[in-house]
Structure formats: structure tokens, C-alpha cells
């Protein structure tokens, strides 16, 4: 296009780059929001510590802790999705037991 043409047709076309450009930043934003797992992370240290404080018990501790650890799990698939690096291995969560162990 020359630059008469892009002159003219500028009270089209500057609309729609902005708003392109404009939703392209939302994405990006959402797109950190989606893979930031920092605040899962506060709340697994947070839950520790009352666990070490004595505020809860531990089937209370492992209720939590398995809520958490299924967000930490879905953040690093929207990771993965997104192709953003993800440090660490896989994440594990930790099994209820009944109290019924058995040695084997």
C-alpha cells in the first residue's frame, strides 16, 4: 500500500490496529495471570506454618494441601500449553491414608 492509500483508508484501518493491539495486551495479561504460580506457592507455605502452629490437623492440612497442589498441577499445564518454561519436576500430591497401614 502506498502512502496515499494508507492516508486514506486510515479511519478504517487505525481503529482495528488499535483494538488488535489492544487485545493482544489483555492476552498477555492473562496469559501471566494463568502461569504465575507464586500466590499457590504462599498459600502451600502459609498452610505449613498453621500446620506447624497448631491451628489445624493433618486431615484438614491434607485437604488443603490437596487443593493447592491440583492448582500448582493445572498452572503447569496452562505452562506447558503456553510454552513457558517450567522449573521443577512433576507435581505429586499426597495420598490420604485411613489409618489401616499395613508393612508388607
Request: net charge negative; hydrophobic share 40%.
Amino acid at each position: 500500500m502506498g502512502l496515499l492509500s494508507s492516508i486514506l483508508l486510515f479511519p478504517v484501518t487505525g481503529p482495528v490496529a488499535g483494538i488488535k493491539w489492544t487485545l493482544g495486551k489483555v492476552q498477555r495479561v492473562v496469559e501471566d495471570e494463568l502461569v504465575d504460580d507464586t500466590p499457590v506457592k504462599q498459600a502451600l507455605m502459609e498452610l505449613q506454618m498453621r500446620l506447624e502452629l497448631g491451628d489445624i490437623d493433618d486431615d484438614t492440612y491434607l485437604i488443603e494441601e490437596t487443593a493447592l497442589m491440583r492448582q500448582l498441577r493445572d498452572i503447569r499445564e496452562w505452562r506447558e500449553r503456553l510454552g513457558v518454561g517450567t522449573a521443577g519436576g512433576p507435581v505429586r500430591m499426597a495420598r490420604a491414608t485411613d489409618g489401616d497401614d499395613e508393612d508388607t
